[in-house]
C-alpha cells in the first residue's frame, strides 16, 4: 500500500482504535488519569522519533517490524512513567486524581518539547557531539526543567482557588492565567506547524537563516507572532472563552498538519512548487482537522456519555482536546514512526522516504 491510500486507511483505522480505546473509560478517569499518563510519553517519543529519527538506540532501531517498534515504544513507556511519577509527587502534590495544576503542567511539557526538537531542531545539545543516546536523555531532562521554570514564571491558578480543596489547589502565581497562557502556547504550536506545511518558506531561500541557532530564533518570533494575532482573533475579536477557542482552532489544525505531514507523508501536493504547497497543505491540514474534531464531538455521547460544555468547567473541550492530542495523535505516530505503518506499509520503504523527506529539508531544522 503506498502514499496517499496508505496514510488515508492508517488514520481511518487508529482514529477507530482511539475512540474504542476512550470508550473502555469513564469520562471523569479518561480526562484526568488516561490522559495525564499518555501526554506523559509524548516529549520521549518526540526526542525517538525526532530527534533520534528513529535510529536510536541501536539494539532496537536495527531489529526488524514489529520488533523495532515494540523496543521503541517500551522505551518511550518507560521514560513516560518516570516523568508521569516524578510530577505526580512534586506538581500534583500527590492528589489523586490529577488536579489541572498537574495536568495544565504536563500539557506545557509536550509545548516545550515540540519548541525544542522541531524549532531549535535539538540544539544546543546537537552542538555538543555527545553520543545521541546521552544527547536526547540530556534534551529530554532539559527540557522538563525549562517547562518547570516557565510554568512557575507564567501560569497562575487563580481561578481555582476557593474551587478546590487547599491542598488541590496548589499551583504557580504566575504572570498570566493559566487558561489563557496553556491556550497561547498550543496557538504558538500550531503555528510552527503552520511554517512547516510551508517547508520553512520564505527562510529556506536564504541557508544561512535555516542553520541553527538563527533559524531557532527566527521561527520562535515569528511563531509567537503568529499566536498573538490568532489568540486576539479568536478571544478578543470573535469573544470565544480561551479553551474554546483552543479545540476549535489551534488544536484541529495541529491534528490536521499530522495527518498531511506525517500519515499522508506529505504526499498530497509534493508536485507543488512552495508556497503553493504550503497554502495547500495548509488549507488541507485545517479542513482535515475541523473535519475530525467535528467528528470526535459527534460521536462524544456515544463514546463517552454526555458531556456538558462551556465555563466554568470546560468538561467538553478538555474531553475533545485529550482525544484528539493526548490519544489520537500518540497512536498515530506510534503507528506511522515507530512502527513505520507495520503492517499495512513496507518498512523499508517507509524509512526510504523518510530519509528523503529529511534530506529535502533545510539544515538545521526539526522534523515533523
Known amino acids: 500500500m503506498k502514499q496517499p491510500l496508505l496514510g488515508i486507511v492508517s488514520t481511518v483505522l487508529v482514529t477507530a482504535i482511539s475512540l474504542g480505546f476512550i470508550s473502555i473509560f469513564s469520562a471523569a478517569a479518561f480526562t484526568t488519569w488516561v490522559a495525564y499518563l ?15 529519527r528513529g535510529e536510536h538506540p541501536a ?29 505526580f509527587l512534586t506538581v500534583g502534590g500527590r492528589v489523586s486524581p490529577p488536579t489541572p495544576v498537574l495536568s ?42 525549562v517547562n518547570q521554570a516557565l510554568f512557575w514564571l507564567l501560569f497562575d491558578f487563580g481561578f481555582l482557588r476557593g474551587a478546590l480543596a487547599p491542598a488541590a489547589a496548589i499551583g504557580p502565581r504566575g504572570l498570566f492565567d493559566a487558561w489563557h497562557i496553556l491556550v497561547f502556547q498550543v496557538t504558538a504550536i500550531s503555528a510552527m506547524f503552520l511554517i ?3 517547508e520553512l518558506w520564505p527562510l529556506s531561500l536564504r ?36 479553551p474554546v477557542f483552543m479545540v476549535r482552532g489551534p488544536i484541529p489544525f495541529i491534528f490536521g498538519a ?21 497554502i495547500l497543505n495548509a488549507l488541507c491540514a485545517a479542513g482535515v482537522g475541523v473535519a475530525l474534531a467535528r467528528l470526535f464531538g459527534a460521536l462524544a455521547p456515544l463514546v463517552s456519555g454526555r458531556i456538558p460544555s462551556g465555563a466554568p468547567a470546560y468538561t467538553f473541550e478538555i474531553w475533545l482536546a485529550s482525544a484528539l492530542l493526548a490519544v ?12 513505520q505503518f507495520w503492517p499495512l506499509g513496507h518498512p523499508a520503504r517507509a524509512a526510504a522516504e523518510k530519509v528523503a523527506r529529511a534530506s529535502s529539508r533545510p539544515a538545521g531544522g526539526g522534523a515533523a
Not at 519548541?115 to 534534551?139: N, T
Not at 489520537?328 to 512502527?339: D, S
Request: with cysteine; hydrophobic share 65%.
Open 38 to 52: 499518555l501526554i506523559c510519553l509524548v516529549p520521549s517519543v518526540l526526542i525517538i522519533t525526532v530527534t533520534w
Open 207 to 242: 541557508p544561512a537563516l535555516t542553520r541553527q541557532p538563527a533559524l531557532g530564533a527566527i521561527w520562535t518570533a515569528v511563531v509567537l507572532c503568529l499566536a498573538v494575532i490568532a489568540a486576539f482573533i479568536g478571544e478578543r475579536v470573535l469573544g470565544l472563552d480561551a
Open 196 to 198: 512547516l506545511c510551508f
Open 59 to 87: 539494539f532496537a532501531a536495527v531489529r526488524p517490524q514489529p520488533a523495532r517498534g515494540g523496543l521503541l515504544l517500551v522505551l518511550a513507556v518507560a521514560a513516560g512513567a518516570v516523568v508521569a511519577a516524578a510530577h
Open 328 to 339: 489520537t495523535f500518540p497512536f498515530l505516530i506510534f503507528f506511522a514512526e515507530l512502527f
Open 258 to 278: 499530522i495527518v498531511v505531514l506525517n500519515m499522508l507523508q506529505d504526499s498530497l501536493f509534493k508536485r507543488f512548487r512552495q508556497p503553493w504547497k504550503g
Open 104 to 145: 495544565m503542567c504536563i500539557i506545557a511539557s509536550v509545548n516545550v518539547a515540540f519548541w525544542m526538537a522541531i524549532i531549535w531542531g535539538g540544539w544546543p545539545f546537537v552542538a555538543l557531539r555527545l553520543h545521541p543516546v546521552a544527547m536526547g536523555v540530556s534534551m529530554l531532562a532539559a527540557l522538563y526543567a
